[in-house]
């Protein structure tokens, strides 16, 4: 018997498949149906981990089955190219970034190569590449002419060392992720596209997305945050603030707890805290501070709730003899609704927290189910639930939705306020002050203002001739790329030298992928041949931005002729993580990290201990996380490859467990897949047998146990359950040992079976299986062989355990062949020993069976 080798057998299939254009897809309709698979493209940092062997092996097995089951696949790569990491290397190594990107890219498609995974790889681009980003630079100019592109003022997060704005998740703890200055908030002048104009259509098309995961889904509603409510004015008392004078505008969504009102808040950025601040350095000195915590708004509602009482008075709308104070609060955000809220404190527990800090009124005007009006008192936790309203005039007696339309209609009739729509969600700011980023074709001209640049002068490039020796922007100090004639009146202009967010580049990759050779933007045929994708596949951490900035593009492309669909993506999986335990050193002061290679373990006294094992050093065993290299937990797959196989390594990451959750990755793990991968081997590396006369009953059950293992494997692909069918996987290959390659009278039903086998484990082990498929003699190659299809009569059990319930509770089981007529359940049932002893001295008053299901009793 030869042992199987995949260290010879693997990369042959690999040449073989490449060579043969096996993979390449089709633009031309040949009849199939289509089938598009798409996981998000990775950002070339340079190695692949476990985590990419997981998430591609998992759209490589989707891939693979889907063509096998007749289907023509589109299946490309391509690489999320520019960002920051590229330029913090150019500032710490004294490389260019565009050098550091394509060796990382060279050496990550090796890597992927080496997986074996069944990708197009004829599409494949990089976004930072010029034929990419110049089209990009296109279909934003063309948004520009439709107005959903903008420039206004806008705070930001300004990192005064590195000299560039930061995304709110680049923020920790008020400083730079990378510098560690303290951030500052600028307003500077940005870049916009008006997402906000499709925030309806947004939320409104979520509804279609039905193989969407529900919490992806949610997230996105929750982010766009739709909300009805109303929009009014306090009038202030005395003399109000210049710019002022209609009052202060505030939007709230609970205007039922309007009598519950206890102060005004606005935001530090709010007009008037910033006209406070000019004057008063009391003032001025607490928004500094405020603007000094976190941006997010996690960090935020977290944070210790901080005011300033500005000693302004406004006036209750339904009371002229009730005013409230005005504070300024670091709770409250500028970007959503006005900047300024009411706060009613028995029933936000953000305002109660503040309420009892500043020792400031807490009035209940919602009064819970069963609780009596005159000794229901707010504690320590506001009352958000359900109830009666009380408290407030007019409203008193009625529903918190009555109370609220009756608020509304008040208000308007008073010519105070009126019922509004707001969204949580804001304008996408697109710009970046960096250099490694798709340029903004605009032209800045004093006499002809913003100049789009003209089609023919299309790409801007990025001048690569740039230094990265001190912080900020190349392009404002490059001496000839910046300054250009303007395009409409020849006079002395400048290029803008903002660069867009990397969000951009990945918001219409997957339309380019149709035909990445289009002389536009998209190829609309080849985009209304491919898309929507079918099925896309990434990580939970993209569950908002991306793929909402995606959703944006697509439906703004499609408003601009360029596509044809509203949602980019049919079907999307959130896969989990690869995860190993981290190893640190004890002496340190600060967390020293021990690579997964340089860890020896072993167990002492029952107890699992880690050591250096250059130095036998004592470690501390970490917490498990995700494989990330700072914490230096990442098993490299190349070694993993060469010790195991390749094969080893898909199978493993796929079979440990559900693929939407977390694995963590062990070395025993990947040994047993290995010996499952020579098990297999050793099913087909055998001579058949000398003919002989078919044992009709062993074959029969052979070949049930064939179909049973054919619809299981079938249903685990179509339903992302990849491991269970893996486990039926192993399972058959035990099964298998009853019926030896030896044993002639069973050679029919073991040739089926093998073949289904081989069949079947291809998307997962696809070397393997086209060895065992040349083996066993298989016509061409086990990739383009048709997927093994069940016949359901074999496939369906012969007996079933059909559980028996009295009275609502399982009391027994009784086995039947499926089909078995009612009655004859019914009396098998009946006549169970364990179900008799629960129906003594009872009366029965039906016998439910539902067939091939369960039996309910009802007897009293």
């Known amino acids: 018997m030869v042992r199987y080798n995949p260290r010879d057998t693997e990369p042959k299939w690999r040449a073989a498949w490449a060579d043969a254009g096996t993979f390449t897809a089709s633009n031309a309709d040949d009849g199939r149906p289509k089938y598009y698979i798409l996981e998000m493209f990775p950002y070339p940092s340079g190695r692949i981990h476990m985590g990419h062997v997981r998430n591609y092996t998992m759209g490589d097995v989707v891939a693979r089955f889907k063509r096998a089951q007749g289907h023509s696949v589109l299946h490309p790569m391509g690489w999320d190219a520019f960002g920051m990491p590229a330029e913090n290397a150019a500032m710490e190594r004294g490389v260019h970034p565009k050098g550091w990107t394509f060796e990382n890219i060279a050496a990550m498609r090796e890597q992927l190569k080496l997986l074996g995974v069944s ?65 500052e908030k600028r307003k500077l002048t940005q870049w916009f596209l008006r997402i906000t104009d499709y925030a309806d259509a947004l939320i409104d098309g979520l509804s279609t997305l039905d193989r969407w995961p529900d919490k992806v889904r949610l997230m996105q509603e929750n982010w766009i945050g739709r909300s009805t409510g109303l929009r009014f004015r306090f009038g202030f008392e005395g003399a109000p603030p210049v710019g002022l004078e209609d009052g202060l505008e505030v939007y709230t969504t609970r205007p039922d707890t309007l009598y519950g009102a206890s102060f005004v808040a606005i935001a530090p950025e709010h007009p008037l805290a910033e006209q406070l601040a000019a004057a008063s350095p009391e003032v001025a000195a607490f928004v500094a501070a405020c603007r000094q915590g976190g941006t997010s708004e996690a960090e935020i509602e977290s944070a210790e709730k901080l005011g300033y009482d500005t000693g302004i008075r406004v006036v209750h709308p339904f009371d002229p003899s009730w005013t409230l104070p005005v504070w300024i609060a670091n709770f409250v955000l ?85 019922g509004a729509t707001v969204y949580r969600l804001r304008d996408w700011g697109i710009s970046r002050q960096r250099y490694w980023g798709t340029p903004i074709p605009v032209i800045h001209c004093q006499a002809c203002g913003l100049v789009p640049v003209p089609d023919d002068q299309l790409p801007v490039e990025l001048p690569e001739d740039v230094t990265f020796d001190r912080p900020g922007n190349p392009l404002l100090r490059h001496p000839t790329w910046r300054f250009v004639s303007c395009p409409s009146c020849g006079g002395a202009a400048e290029r803008e030298t903002d660069t867009l967010d990397t969000f951009v580049d990945s918001s219409w ?68 993580m690869v995860t190993h335990e981290t190893y640190l050193r004890r002496q340190s002061e600060r967390p020293e990290y021990v690579e997964p290679a340089e860890v020896e373990l072993a167990a002492e006294k029952g107890v699992r201990v880690a050591k250096l094992k250059a130095t036998g050093e004592a470690l501390d065993i970490g917490d498990v996380e995700k494989m990330s290299k700072s914490k230096k937990n990442v098993v490299a797959p ?3 490859f060469d010790a195991y196989g390749v094969d080893a390594a ?74 269970s069918g893996i486990a039926k996987l192993y399972e058959f290959l035990n099964i298998l040992k009853g019926f030896p390659a030896t044993d002639g009278a069973v050679s029919a039903a073991r040739g089926e079976a093998l073949s289904a086998f081989c069949r ?70 009946l006549a169970d020993s364990g179900v008799s002893v629960h129906l003594a001295g009872l009366t029965v008053r039906k016998v439910i069976v539902v067939p091939d299901r369960i039996i309910n009793i009802v007897a009293n």
């Open 638 to 640: 190349e070694d993993i």
């Open 509 to 576: 990759y997957f339309a380019r992928f149709a035909n990445p050779d289009a002389p536009g933007p998209i190829d609309k045929a080849a985009a209304d041949r491919w898309l929507p994708v079918d099925q896309y596949i990434g990580g939970i951490e993209h569950a908002v931005l991306h793929l909402l900035y995606a959703r944006f593009v697509t439906r703004a492309l499609k408003d601009e002729g360029m596509l044809s669909v509203a949602e980019p993506f049919a079907g999307l999986f959130t896969q989990g």
């Open 119 to 183: 990708i197009d790889w004829s599409r494949e681009f990089a976004t930072c590449e010029p034929a990419y980003y110049g089209q990009q630079q296109r279909w934003f100019l063309a948004l520009l002419k439709r107005g959903l592109v903008y420039r206004k003022e806008a705070q930001v997060n300004w990192d005064p060392v590195d000299h560039t704005v930061l995304a709110n998740e680049q923020v920790i703890d008020g400083r730079g992720w990378r510098s560690g200055a303290v951030v």
């Open 650 to 723: 898909r199978l493993f990451v796929m079979s440990d467990s559900p693929p939407e959750r977390d694995v963590q990755w062990s070395t025993g793990g990947v040994e047993g897949a290995g010996r499952f991968v020579g098990r297999v081997w050793n099913e087909f590396d055998v001579e058949p047998p000398p003919a002989a006369d078919q044992d009709a009953e062993r074959s029969d059950a052979l070949r049930r146990a064939t179909h049973k293992l054919i619809k299981a494997v079938t249903e685990s692909i179509e339903g992302f359950k990849f491991n």
């Open 760 to 829: 079947l484990i291809a998307p997962y082990t696809p070397h393997l299986a086209e060895a065992c498929w040349e083996r066993m003699g298989g016509e061409g190659w086990v990739v383009n062989a048709p997927w093994p299809v069940f016949d359901p009569a074999l496939a369906a059990d012969s007996e079933l355990v059909l559980p028996v319930q009295v009275n609502g509770k399982r009391r027994g089981e009784v086995r039947a062949a499926a089909g078995t007529p009612e009655a004859e359940v019914r009396a098998l049932a």
């Open 334 to 418: 500028m970007d959503y609704g006005t900047g300024a809220i009411f706060a009613c404190p028995a029933h936000d527990q953000r305002d109660l927290d503040f309420a009892r800090k500043y020792a400031l009124p807490v009035k209940p005007v919602v009064l819970p189910p069963n609780a009596h009006p005159a000794t229901f008192m707010i504690g320590s936790e506001a009352y958000t639930g359900p109830g009666t309203i009380f408290n407030s005039d007019f409203m008193d007696g009625m529903g918190i939705e009555a109370a609220k339309a009756a608020a509304v209609a008040r208000m308007e009739a008073q010519q105070q306020g009126q």
